[in-house]
């Protein structure tokens, strides 16, 4: 399964995914698909996700390739 983390529209700081989330859906064999800067305004980093297993593309390549696009709002 494709799951897409979107990045959250101001004012919300928080972020649907963590990056051991991450970690823990890979175990699952699932791919996950991170919007860029995703994390930034919950203090994770790019180079977090990726260094979990998470692949970090653009908002719309997530809306056409993800199976599940998820977001906290």
Known sequence: MKIGV???LKP???VALIPEGVQALKSL???ILIEKNAGAAAYFANNEYQDAGGL?????EILTGSE???SYT
């Open 6 to 8: 979107l990045r959250e």
């Open 12 to 14: 919300e700081n928080r």
């Open 29 to 31: 064999h699932c791919d």
């Open 56 to 60: 970090i593309i653009s908002r719309q």
């Open 68 to 70: 599940l696009p998820v």
